[in-house]
């Protein structure tokens, strides 16, 4: 054995030499003529006459077309769909023909001679399990439950995959407007430096003013470039969650940025409620219980009697019989199972574990359900909040940034107020931008935790005007 080598693949060592060695691939030619080149992403012909300006249904669309993880879903739905069928045939008796031909020659002894014969014909076979004791409907039930946690696991993909796209989106839009808003900053940075420096030429200012102006604009204009850095890698972070390459040349619509901020109607415990009915991943987990009991039926059922018919029907053609004569057998027989060393104990016994395994992975999954509206629900009215207190905060950074502005001016306020009261707003404008993204994102976190977020994209929340509200959302 230790003179045996490993068997080769495509032509190189099977492994690597030795351990510290690597293992030498094959040339790529050969790898690239092995292996299937990979799907190409599908865009439709309706959107790709948009490719330019996607709306956030068309990404949506996009991507439950293109994400693997959907196939994967929907195959192994499919798969499920097949065994449940396939387990139903336990009822049906199973019917198996086959045609043979038998040469037969017998040796000559004690004066008998030597005899050859042919005989050949169809024959029929027959099985048929009348009864088991719930080891059929145990197996049929747990193949339908299998099927049944298959659809709903295909559902609960579908909207992790919207979640993804949809947090990619908000993303990526919330970084483009972030750039916007650094845009206005570094213009208004650079009036600010034409204003120190003409300050300083007519013997306003010092030096020191016109180099802090600098700074700021400088500081600006870095940050500005920073942000085009990040929006490059949000648009290949979509587009990956989508399914086209990093590269791929799409843009998205400019979105609306006047929607309402709304309060939610219901309350923490209504959409509790709500999750606990409608999330499909606690539906799959429950189905999965229901399974593994079906399957303690299926395990109990072979350690009792079992009647069954079996029979064969044959038609046989000899030389001596060229017309061929019938034959047939039947036989109704009662299996009792006795002794297999235990085994089928504890295959029970194992079964009954597995069961109770699956439901309490259905409470872990149901406490986590409960814990994550929770969590989601007051993320929302924490980003609500922060829409409305960041509305203030800009409204006001404006108010003191043009005060200031207007001082400097005048000659009556410093570079520092200037520059510090630009920073402010600066600041402002970003959380204002981030805020209101970030509430969207908050809004289908909890519609997916909720269960309730559907393949559109849509969230569908009873939504109402918060009174408390002092100023409408910019």
């Known amino acids: 054995m230790g003179c045996v080598g490993t068997p080769s693949v495509s032509g190189v060592a099977g492994t690597a030499p ?65 065994a449940f069928g396939s387990s139903k045939g336990a009822y049906y008796p199973t019917i198996d023909g086959s045609v043979g031909v038998t040469r037969i020659k017998t040796l000559s002894a004690q004066g008998r001679s030597a005899v050859e014969q042919t005989t050949y014909g ?18 049929i039930d747990a193949a339908r439950q299998a099927l049944l946690a298959a659809d709903w696991t295909h559902n609960a993909t579908i909207q992790s995959v919207v979640l993804d796209v949809e947090q990619a989106y908000f993303q990526y839009v919330a970084t483009r407007s972030l750039l916007e808003a650094q845009q206005t900053t570094y213009q208004e940075a650079l009036r600010n430096l034409e204003a120190a420096e003409e300050r300083h030429r007519v013997g306003l200012a010092t030096v020191g003013d016109v180099l802090l102006a600098r700074t700021s604009a400088s500081q600006a204009r870095l940050d500005m470039e920073t942000t085009e850095g990040a929006l490059q890698t949000t648009r290949g972070a979509l587009a990956l969650s989508v399914g086209l390459p990093a590269n791929a040349p799409y843009d998205i619509s400019p979105p609306d940025t006047t929607f309402p901020v709304e309060g939610l109607v219901d309350s923490v415990g209504a959409l509790i409620d709500r999750a606990l009915e409608s999330r499909p991943d606690l539906a799959a987990s429950a189905a999965a219980v229901q399974q593994a009991r079906a399957r303690i039926r299926q395990i109990r059922s072979e350690r009792l009697p079992a009647l069954t018919v079996t029979g064969n029907a044959n038609r046989t053609y000899l030389r001596t019989l060229p017309n061929g004569g019938n034959s047939y057998t039947l036989n109704l027989g009662l299996s009792i199972p006795l002794f297999a060393g235990f085994s089928r104990a504890y295959d029970q016994v194992q079964a009954e574990a597995q069961a109770q395994a699956a439901a309490a992975r259905y409470d872990a999954l149901q406490q986590q359900v409960v814990f994550e509206v929770y969590s989601s629900y007051y993320a929302l009215q924490t980003a609500a909040r922060r829409v409305r207190t960041a509305a203030d905060l800009l409204a006001s950074a404006q108010q003191s940034e043009e005060v200031a ?42 519609a997916h935790d909720t269960g309730i977020l559907d393949s559109g994209g849509g969230t569908p929340f009873d939504l109402a005007p918060d009174s408390t509200r002092k100023n409408p959302p910019r």
């Not at 000659?411 to 600066?426: E, F, I, P, R, Y």
């Not at 404008?429 to 970030?438: G, K, P």
């Open 18 to 82: 030795s351990p510290d060695r690597p293992w030498t691939p094959p040339p790529a030619r050969e790898r690239a003529a092995e292996a299937s080149p990979p799907p190409s992403a599908e865009v439709p012909a309706d959107i790709a006459e948009r490719i330019a300006a996607l709306t956030l249904t068309d990404i949506v669309d996009l991507a439950l077309r293109n994400n693997p993880a959907t196939h994967l879903s929907w195959a192994n739905a499919r798969s499920a769909a097949a």
């Open 405 to 446: 502005l207007g001082r400097y001016r005048a000659g009556v306020g410093t570079v520092l107020d200037l520059l510090s009261a630009q920073t402010a707003l600066a600041n402002a404008r970003a959380q204002q931008v981030q805020a209101r993204w970030i509430w969207q994102s908050a809004l289908a976190q909890l």
């Open 122 to 139: 169809p024959s029929l076979q027959l099985s048929w399990l009348l009864l088991d004791f719930g080891g059929r409907s145990g197996s």
